[in-house]
């Protein structure tokens, strides 16, 4: 248990330094016996191999030498072997005294040189002899004693190199076999201290990381609860392990916790913002807002002041003890200046009313002071660069200071309710405007309505005084007086048509223009208006045409309405038209609908200008500067009509070039097959 309680680094730390110090050492041990066996493959290959080579080589070569020097004396053979074994021996013998560095084989390499060197000496003798002389066969039995000498000389080193040679190669074989069981031992040890130490450590970590993966996977399977038993056995690693896993599964219990505070925030925000919105009465704005904030808020007081005539002062709502408080704390007025600045600045700042961060304005800091020792939590909120107030939320400070989700929550808020105040002020502002334009337009429509009765009165005494002058009733009228009592019908004419405009319009604005619809022949409306124009359109020079089904054209409309508008529309086509000019009038049926069509070849109307056309009162400026009169109204009353008829206007023109007029009115065919239409769907 002792070693469990140990650090699983210092446990490995010492495993592993046992098993480099064995490695190491293993190493070191081979390396010392292939140093041994490499110094005896050494000694073999540079030190007997070529003293034995060189032995053989000295050897054949004094073979060589005594079969030469025999085959001249005894059979007249050239010496030329002998000479060649003369001239190459010298190597030899060389080589085997430059490596003479062993006692032992210096004397044998010693004696065998003194041999060599007397018996050439002697066969230097020999060799003066002329084949078949006496002395041949003495010299040549001595030559071959000496020879059996250096044979002997030869065999002696040959031994001795050869025990030299099984002794390093038997050197080599222990060293081979020691180095082997050296290294094959250590082998063992690092292996047997290698497992011990993984069992160890086995046991020392698989079951309480196997007990940690457990919790570990009852937290991610939702069990939040689960944590590491604090009395799990193992390891300094293994506990601070555990400890790290409870923390983490702390923490996110913190987490979660915060998350669903953030949501709830949120989704108050939310609703807050909804409900702001759903009203336009700035007190039930104020209301809804300190409410929210202070039933869904840790706060113990709201307070929402807004800013008037450049003042911020007494709350105008506030919440305290779980209720609203419209008639609020008496706060001393301070400057909507130090508001503005944070606001503009966009800080919400937050903390002890005695110590307020330093980048609250003087006067406003003042103000948190005499809270008293509280948390408070002030938002500016406007619309734009305009500040229109703040919200000051307040609680004991035992309860903590604002956190950011709260604090972005009222921020939130802050700005649904600039939004709200600004929206509930300007449907004030515009329901007042609203107000205000409804009397005027009532007084306008009354003064029309006057001023047209007013003149009628009169204009129909001047037409009837007019008509009494043309009967001559009061008198012979003569051609001067004539052309006088011309001007004054024609304007006459025109003052009555434009008091019957106005009244019209009057009626229009007022609501009571009425269409009495009946079944009438659109064909024989318009056939009346263009037969009443043709005197004008023949004076003016301006021919005009009219094309009409042969059939009658049945259509669910007024005929005065109708003849009104076809009337202010020829006028109109006549008066635009210049002499030699033409206007063509057609009626057709397309698509179950009559249409109308009426086009000239007039001035024609600015392009830039049609858009305007709707508005009443107004004229093109091609018109105006060609004096000619209107009142710039008749295609107002014209599509009022055309309204009413659930018809559609449509007028197309070019500058210099005409104008083409296009109304369109349902038949009395199209009316039936959609009322039949609309009665089976609702069946």
């Given at each position: 248990m ?8 210092s446990?490995l730390?010492?495993a592993?330094g046992?098993?480099?110090a064995l490695?190491l050492l ?5 390396t ?20 034995r080579l ?29 000479l ?6 010298r ?37 003066q ?5 006496p ?16 044979l ?8 001795q ?19 082997m ?25 698989v079951p ?5 993966g457990?919790t ?11 944590r ?31 998350e ?12 807050t ?15 809804e ?6 039933s869904?808020?840790?706060?113990d ?5 807004l800013v008037h ?5 007494p ?13 609020g ?6 400057p909507?200046?130090?508001v503005?600045q ?8 937050s ?13 406003a ?19 734009g ?5 703040g ?34 002020r ?6 007042e ?34 008509e009494?002058?043309?009967d001559?009733?009061?008198g ?7 052309r ?8 006459t ?45 023949a004076k ?7 094309d ?13 309405q109708?003849?009104?508008a076809m009337?202010?529309?020829l ?15 057609e009626?057709v ?6 249409v109308i069509?009426?086009?000239?070849t ?56 005409g ?11 199209a009316?039936?097959?959609?009322a ?8």
């Amino acid at each position: 248990m002792t070693w469990l309680k140990r650090s699983v680094a210092s446990v490995l730390r010492r495993a592993f330094g046992l098993l480099v110090a064995l490695v190491l050492l293993s190493g070191a041990v081979a390396t010392v016996e292939s140093v041994r066996q490499g110094n005896a493959l050494n000694q073999l290959i540079d030190h007997n191999l070529p003293l034995r080579l060189n032995n053989l080589k000295l050897r054949s070569t004094m073979g060589d030498a005594t079969r030469g020097l025999r085959n001249y004396l005894f059979y007249d053979q050239p010496k030329t072997t002998y000479l060649e074994a003369r001239a190459t021996y010298r190597p030899y013998l060389d080589a085997l005294l430059s490596r003479d560095d062993r006692p032992e084989e210096s004397r044998l390499i010693q004696d065998l040189q003194t041999k060599v060197i007397a018996w050439f000496a002697y066969a230097s003798q020999a060799e003066q002899l002329k084949p078949g002389e006496p002395e041949v066969p003495q010299y040549a039995e001595g030559s071959r004693l000496r020879y059996e000498e250096i044979l002997r000389a030869h065999d002696a080193l040959e031994t001795q190199l050869t025990r030299r040679t099984v002794a390093l190669d038997q050197q080599s074989d222990r060293n081979r076999r020691w180095g082997m069981i050296t290294v094959v031992a250590f082998a063992l040890i690092a292996g047997a201290a290698a497992l011990i130490t993984s069992i160890r450590t086995y046991r020392a970590l698989v079951p309480p990381l196997s007990a940690m993966g457990g919790t570990l996977g009852r937290l991610a399977a939702g069990e939040h609860q689960a944590r590491v038993p604090p009395s799990l056995a193992g390891p300094a690693e293994i506990q601070r392990l555990g400890g790290a896993i409870n923390m983490l599964a702390d923490e996110s219990d913190r987490l979660r916790a915060a998350e669903r505070e953030r949501a709830r925030l949120a989704k108050v925000a939310h609703e807050t913002a909804a409900r702001i919105r759903q009203t336009l009465d700035a007190e039930s704005v104020l209301k809804e807002a300190v409410a929210a904030l202070g039933s869904k808020l840790p706060a113990d007081r709201v307070f929402v002041q807004l800013v008037h005539d450049g003042m911020i002062g007494p709350a105008d709502m506030e919440w305290s003890n779980g209720q609203v408080i419209k008639d609020g704390t008496r706060f001393p007025p301070i400057p909507a200046g130090s508001v503005e600045q944070l606001y503009l600045q966009d800080r919400t700042p937050s903390g002890r009313t005695q110590d307020p961060p330093g980048y609250v304005p003087g006067p406003a800091a003042q103000a948190l002071g005499g809270l008293g020792d509280m948390e408070f939590l002030l938002v500016p909120f406007g619309v734009g660069k305009q500040v229109l107030g703040g919200i000051l939320l307040t609680r004991p400070v035992a309860r903590g200071p604002w956190d950011t989700d709260e604090i972005e929550a009222v921020k939130v808020v802050g700005t649904d309710l600039g939004r709200g105040l600004d929206q509930a002020r300007l449907y004030t502002r515009e329901r007042e405007l609203v107000e205000e334009l409804r009397a005027l337009d009532s007084a306008k429509t009354d003064f029309m309505s006057t001023v047209s009765h007013e003149l009628r009165s009169p204009l129909t005494s001047i037409a009837g005084y007019l008509e009494i002058l043309r009967d001559e009733e009061a008198g012979e009228v003569n051609p001067a007086q004539d052309r006088m009592l011309d001007a004054i019908e024609r304007n006459t004419q025109r003052l009555r048509l434009l008091i019957e405009d106005l009244l019209t319009l009057s009626r229009i604005e007022s609501g009571a223009f009425r269409t009495v619809r009946q079944q009438t022949d659109l064909c024989a409306v318009v056939d009346a208006a263009v037969t009443s124009i043709r005197p004008a359109a023949a004076k003016a020079g301006v021919e005009m045409t009219f094309d009409c089904d042969d059939d009658p054209i049945m259509v669910e409309g007024d005929s005065n309405q109708l003849d009104r508008a076809m009337v202010n529309l020829l006028s109109n086509a006549v008066k635009f038209t210049r002499a030699g000019g033409n206007v063509q009038v057609e009626v057709v049926v397309e698509d179950r609908h009559a249409v109308i069509r009426i086009a000239d070849t007039g001035i024609g109307i600015p392009k830039e200008e049609m858009p305007r056309l709707s508005t009443r009162f107004f004229r093109a400026s091609n018109a105006t500067e060609l004096s000619i009169p209107g009142t710039g109204l008749g295609l107002s009353i014209v599509r009022s009509i055309v309204a009413n008829h659930s018809g559609t206007f449509d007028l197309q023109s070019a500058e210099g070039e005409g104008t083409t007029v296009t109304m369109r009115i349902p038949t009395c065919t199209a009316d039936r097959a959609e009322a039949a239409g609309s009665g089976g769907a609702g069946g």
